[in-house]
């Protein structure tokens, strides 16, 4: 059971960047204790992060062909401006779940409209790194992984 975290740009500075919008924790953590908690559920987890939009496309057809079975995406800025991530989401069918750290609902407009939340299992915004766990469970649950 193949689950792959990906995360857009700027997502590598977390723990350093406007911690009072994003929080503490380093993404070195956030997929450290992903993975971990993927293990204990028998499933692996693989995890991505870049600031370039092709890098993440290539990454998501990469995802057709390697088992990835779900998806756990935040895409950062591209969330408000990325069609081209959104077609390869599409075009690989891969199931996935999108994920803000940060309530976007309750920051400027711009951040209001997302390319991705239509096409997505589920969309969890604002509870920080909690949303991460959240939508790896879900991810699990979705596939059956057998409880610890
Ligand atoms: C974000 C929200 C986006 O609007 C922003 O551009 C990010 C992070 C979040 O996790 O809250 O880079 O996706």
Redo the contacts with the bound molecule.
């Keep these: 059971m193949q689950i792959l975290v990906l995360h857009?740009?700027?997502?590598n500075l977390l723990g350093v960047r406007e911690p009072q919008?994003?929080g503490a924790t380093t993404l070195e953590q956030i997929n450290a204790a992903l993975s971990q908690r993927a293990v204990q559920r028998g499933a692996t987890l693989s995890a991505f992060q870049s600031n370039h939009e092709g890098a993440l496309i290539d990454r998501v057809h990469a995802a057709r062909l390697d088992g990835t079975a779900f998806i756990v995406i935040?895409?950062?800025?591209y969330?408000?401006t990325s069609v081209a991530l959104r077609d390869a989401l599409a075009g690989v069918a891969i199931p996935f779940i999108e994920?803000?750290?940060?309530n976007?609902h309750r920051?400027e407009p711009f951040?209001h409209h997302s390319y991705f939340s239509d096409l997505a299992e589920g969309v969890i915004?604002g509870l920080g790194v909690l949303g991460y766990q959240l939508a790896l469970d879900a991810a699990l649950e979705r596939l059956n992984a057998p409880a610890p």
């Design positions: 857009g740009p700027n997502l919008v994003y935040n895409p950062g800025a969330t408000h994920v803000h750290l940060s976007v920051r951040r915004v």
